[in-house]
Every structure is written in C-alpha cells, then in structure tokens.
C-alpha cells in the first residue's frame, strides 16, 4: 500500500461545480496534513493546512478522518483558475517525513 | 530577493558532463531539500539538510551528490548521468522541528540528459 494515496484524475468539471478529493494515508502516527496546489509547469505551493476539526478557507474546505485515515478537499463554485493538480501531503515526524501523494489532475470546464 | 531561488531554471546536458543546481533561501529557515518530480510520479524526496545534518535517500545514486555549505545554500551537484535523471529537481526550505513543516519550494530546475 502507497504511504499516501490519492485518485490521480483527472476530473473535469464545469465552472460553478462543487468538486471534491480524498487522499488516504497509511502511517497512522502522522502529525500534520496538507494540501498543496501546482499549475503546470510550476513549483507546488501551499493551499491549506489541514486540521482535526476541519477547516475553510473561502471556496475552500479541508478534512480529516484520523479513524479512517484520509483528509479530504472540497471546492465550492469552482473557478477555472482553479485548473491545477492538487497534492496531499503528510508530516509523519522529522524534517525527511513529509510524503507526498501523486496527486489530483483538476480541470474546471467554461 | 525572497523566497526559494533555483538556479539554472533549464539545464540540458550530455551523460558524461559536470554540472550543478543552486538553490538559496531567504526565508531564515533551517531546512532545505532536494525533490525530484518525473511525469505522473509523487514527489520524490532525494536529500535533506536539516539544522545543517544531511539526510538522504537511500535509493538515489551517487551520481547526484549534494552540498549544503550553511543553512541558505544548497547544491546539487551532477556528473555522469541517465537518460533517466531527465526530470524536474524542486528546491525546498522550511522551518523543520515546528508544528507545521511547511515547503516553500523554489521554481524548479528542469533538466534533460541527452
């Protein structure tokens, strides 16, 4: 099993669509969890940190299940500037254990 | 300058030449990486320099050697590579032993070995 697993995608969407991903992890001592966005071609950069009680931040929303093991990301009236592929990440302890998952092709349709 | 600077952006080079990646970061962190991204792949982690200790991956070759000469400096140094090295090397930094470690990567080095 993949330490961090995310659906690859892509997913198509039209613009105004609410479109969400899961990302499972299988270390169940990991600390912090993130989602990071990259545009083609580009360096990935932080969305959003992901917290136990949830949280949102506009559009938006990140989750995580501790029990089941996976955060989750939700964007509401998706934009196309919202095209990226969305990356999980996992902190499981020193600076070397950060996993990143493949990630999320997202394309959001006019 | 700030941020994560990567430097060459582009680097083409044949299996038998010498050469080398920078990165700096003006970010005061005391953290900073080496990733490697090849297409539909996860990031791949290849070296870490944390509080000036390096940690690597085993699985990277030696032909990718790399220096840290204090905590905003970090290089890759390249010498007799594979076709299969083509890809995009991603410098990083962050504040390693905080709550949250968040990257700040850099722009990217892409390179390709003919």
């Known amino acids: 099993r993949k330490e961090v697993e995310q659906d690859p995608g892509p997913f198509n969407v039209p613009e105004g669509a609410t479109v969400a991903f899961n990302c499972t992890y299988s270390?169940?001592?990991?600390?912090?969890f993130f989602w990071y966005r990259q545009d083609c071609r580009k360096e990935p950069k932080l969305l959003m940190s992901?917290?136990?009680s949830g949280n949102e931040d506009g559009r938006f929303t990140a989750q995580l299940n501790r029990a089941s093991q996976y955060i989750s990301l939700l964007i509401r009236d998706s934009k196309l500037s919202d095209s990226a592929t969305y990356l999980c990440?996992?902190?499981?302890?020193?600076?070397?254990?950060?996993?990143f998952g493949s990630g999320t092709q997202l394309t959001v349709l006019p | 300058e700030t941020g994560v600077t990567q430097t060459p952006r582009h680097l083409v080079m044949g299996m038998t030449n010498k050469k080398s990646l920078k990165c700096e970061q003006h970010l005061g962190h005391n953290a900073m990486y080496w990733y490697k991204q090849s297409a539909k792949k996860p990031l791949e982690l290849m070296f870490v320099y944390s509080l000036e200790e390096r940690v690597e991956n085993n699985s990277v070759p030696s032909r990718f050697s790399p220096e840290c000469p204090n905590s905003s400096h970090l290089f890759l140094h390249l010498h007799t590579l594979q076709p299969e090295d083509s890809a995009l090397y991603l410098c990083?930094?962050?504040?390693?032993?905080?709550?949250?470690?968040?990257?700040?990567f850099g722009a990217g080095s892409r390179l390709t070995v003919l």
């Open positions: 990083a930094s962050s504040q390693a032993g905080s709550v949250a470690n968040v990257l700040t």
């Open positions: 990440v996992v902190h499981s302890g020193s600076a070397r254990q950060l996993t």
């Open positions: 992901v917290y136990s």
């Open positions: 270390n169940s001592a990991s600390q912090s």
